[in-house]
């Protein structure tokens, strides 16, 4: 059993290593050209050669979320890495909830602004640079999220049997 709570926590840290480096290089890369100049630079993602980043989110998330329940659930009983994995998860949590509550409403609107000709693009602009700040973030809290999964893999069974 000590096997599987290393490797369900291994596999959780990979997973997000992977979100955070997605979140990093879409904020460094993808970003910047595509939320700076609405509606014009919406062919980023609605061209014919329009990139599909959703299709990344869609399937890392879930491969995470999951990964990192097993990994609570397998070190429930280890209270020195259960209260690292506890944060992780809160923060994942709310990151979510963020992202559907905001989020994602805003990249929708984002990829709708062409046919939105209520919108100047200095609003676009502005909305994108407020969404990019937001963003920016909330990748900050995800890293946190990763640092306690970090700080988790240190602790193990000796530590819970201290008086």
């Not at 879409?26 to 980023?44: A, C, G, K, Q, T």
């Not at 676009?124 to 937001?134: E, N, R, V």
């Amino acid at each position: 059993m000590k096997n599987a709570k290393q490797l369900s926590l291994y596999a959780a840290i990979t997973l997000w290593a992977i979100i955070i480096g997605g979140v990093v290089y879409s904020h460094i890369v993808y970003f910047p050209p595509y939320l700076s100049h609405l509606p014009e630079s919406n062919n980023l993602i609605t061209g014919e050669y329009g990139l599909k980043e959703e299709n990344f989110w869609m399937l890392i998330h879930p491969l995470t979320i999951l990964t990192t329940i097993i990994t609570l659930i397998l070190n429930w009983k280890l209270k020195a890495r259960r209260k690292f994995i506890l944060i992780t998860v809160s923060i994942y949590a709310l990151a979510i909830i963020a992202t559907g509550i905001y989020f994602v409403p805003e990249l929708m609107a984002f990829a709708d602004s062409n046919n939105n000709t209520s919108v100047k693009p200095s609003e676009w602009f502005q909305q994108g640079q407020t969404w990019q700040h937001l963003s920016w973030i909330r990748g900050f809290f995800m890293y946190i999220g990763f640092v306690m999964l970090l700080i988790a893999l240190t602790k193990d069974k000796s530590e819970d049997a201290k008086p």
